[in-house]
């Protein structure tokens, strides 16, 4: 019997990982969010048969949820590529990105976690690639859709990288043919060249799961000097803006207003300052222990 098919699903939140698994797999027990807040918390195998293969789909936590950090993000990827039963039994065959074509306009984070899941790949990775693109039935037009994949496909797009090293880019109609289609099309690559080896899994093993020392690592720390180069620059610029001391118990409501203003403003850049702070030191010093991720899925191997 061939072995079972893996796929992890990521994307941004509200992209349609779940509604993929569900459209895919026929299960209707799936718990889809349809808001701004990711629904899918931990990551979660969803098993079904195609054209006689098992295939599980890895339905995973949105990849800009803004309730973890990127160093959070990055911790969780790294405890189920480097888990014992994974190295050894369980490598993707694939993965799948999906991204909401109605998305406009690409913004800094995008392109960080973008950066950041192309050194999580490694360039070795993206032929089991496929960039599924969702929500094209709320497009007007041909040249609306042309005119988004190519702003993400051109010269200094955010896939460009990804896409001249072999990723694909296919249409996914939110329907299980459009679903099964990109799904045989990592198989028929997978099993041509063989299954997926992330980077990050590489690199993790050699150097016995110290993230600071891969290469997504290296450019979460970058991230992160240069976001506390940034906030401590706009606390030198919001200290020369300090007004009048006699505005903080003046009978006057507005100065009063426009001090409490400066003064929260001022504690909010301390707080985002400490917590980049905080998240650098982690990662110089984080190791990611083997978990049982895997297990908890499939059982101990």
Known sequence: MAEAVLIALVGVTG???TTFASVASGRKDLVIGYGVDPCTQDPEAIEFQLD??????IDTPGFDDDARSDLEILE???KWLVNKGYAR???LNGLILLHPITHNRVGGMERKRTRLLENILGPNAYNRVVIATTMWDDLVSEEAMASRIHGRTGEGGVWADMCKQGATIKRHYNNQKSAHDIIRYIIHVSDRTGKVKPLLQLEMMQNSGKVFETSAGRVLKEQLEEEISLIMSQILDHRR???PEAWRRSRDGNSRRRWKEWEQEGLDLTKKLEARQSQLKKLSSLTVRVRH????IFGKS
């Open 15 to 17: 992209a349609g990982k």
């Open 52 to 57: 006689g293969r098992e295939v599980v789909l």
């Open 76 to 78: 969780d990827i790294g």
């Open 89 to 91: 039994n369980h490598q």
């Open 241 to 243: 803006d300090r007004p």
């Open 293 to 296: 991720f895997w297990s908890r």
